[in-house]
């Protein structure tokens, strides 16, 4: 199928970008960043705005930057832009796993991090990435500017807190805590494919035991999120196999799984509790004086 017709925008700065969705986003204007989501949506007929405001002439939207506790993160980064560290050491590295995942090559060089974030699929890598780690989304419109905390962006599958005329020009992820280390893990039928669950876990060890610990899941729920259960389970504890199960097969409790014609509730619970299980034992290997992602 084609896409329904619409009229292309193509705004030269945030201003005029702003100005346009001040004008047209009562009438169903979309943003176009990457177009990985929206385009074929267009063309399956799931969308049809008639206006779409194009931010890809908009210079210096493609920043990723280090400032003070965050990664600033602009709005044209492409996911493929942190196939090598965007920043030295084992955060950069973090990133640069955890891309990988994400898609396929040619959809890795157009769709950006900040699009991710806008269309929040529940199992969208940077999503799970930005609720485990911390974050806040940057919207700018005629208004002026707001700062979104990521615990309250969400507000269900493909659902968030942006109004229709807010441009997110800007996520800015938290820094990850010094000496702590992280583990990914994700489940899908065929590479490429979009996540059925995922985990992200990461802690420091302090004389032995596990401090801020932080584990989140994602593709599992409407909605990823971190397990504050879990984390409480794993604080203060040593680490180890043992530790990590307990902590896990809470997770299977905690959670309310999404249900599809190809994965039951049940299927999903389960892999919540391997996901986490498994992201804590590559988050182990990783800790300071083993080889893998401290930071
Ligand atoms: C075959 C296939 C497999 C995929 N697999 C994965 C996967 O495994 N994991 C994953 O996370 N994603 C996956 N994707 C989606 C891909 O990562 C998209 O790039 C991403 O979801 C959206 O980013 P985008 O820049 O392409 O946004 P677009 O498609 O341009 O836009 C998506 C939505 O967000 C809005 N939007 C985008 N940017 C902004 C902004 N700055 N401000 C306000 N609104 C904005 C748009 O208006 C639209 O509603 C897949 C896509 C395809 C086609």
């Known amino acids: ?26 009438e169903g204007a979309l943003v176009l960043a990457g177009g990985q989501s929206l385009v074929p949506m267009m063309a399956l007929r799931l969308a049809y705005p008639p206006d779409l405001i194009d931010i890809n002439g908009i210079a210096g939207l493609d920043r990723i930057e280090l400032s003070g ?19 030295p050491g084992p955060f950069g590295a973090l990133l640069a796993r955890i891309s990988h995942e994400i898609a396929h090559y040619p959809i890795r060089t157009r769709g950006t991090f900040c699009g991710s974030l806008a269309h929040a699929d529940p199992a969208s890598e940077w999503c799970l990435t930005a609720a485990t780690l911390g974050a806040e989304m940057v919207l700018r419109s005629q208004a002026g500017e ?36 992280w583990g990914f893990y994700e489940f899908n039928r065929r590479a490429g494919d979009f996540a059925i669950g995922a985990a992200l876990a990461g802690y420091r060890l302090e004389g032995g035991a596990m401090r801020d610990v932080h584990v989140g899941i994602g593709a599992i729920e409407e909605v990823p999120r971190r397990l504050g259960e879990v984390e409480a389970a794993l604080e203060g504890q040593p680490p180890g196999p043992e530790a990590f199960r307990t902590a896990a097969r809470i997770a299977a409790g905690a959670v309310e799984p999404l249900e599809d014609f190809a994965t039951p509730a049940d299927y999903r619970r389960d892999l919540a509790v391997t996901a986490i299980e498994r992201a804590l034992a590559e988050a182990a290997l990783a800790q300071p004086g083993q080889r893998g992602m401290a930071a």
């Open 69 to 87: 506790d965050h990664l600033a993160i602009g709005a044209l980064a492409r996911h493929h832009d942190f196939r090598r560290s965007v920043v």
């Open 146 to 181: 707001r700062a979104v905390p990521v615990a309250d962006w969400f507000e269900g599958a493909m659902a968030t807190v942006r109004e229709p005329e807010e441009l997110l020009v800007e996520v800015r992820l938290s820094r990850p805590a010094e000496g702590s280390a």
């Open 1 to 26: 199928m084609k896409a329904p017709p619409f009229t292309l925008h193509r705004p030269a700065t945030v201003d005029e970008a702003a100005g346009l969705l001040a004008a047209l986003a009562d």
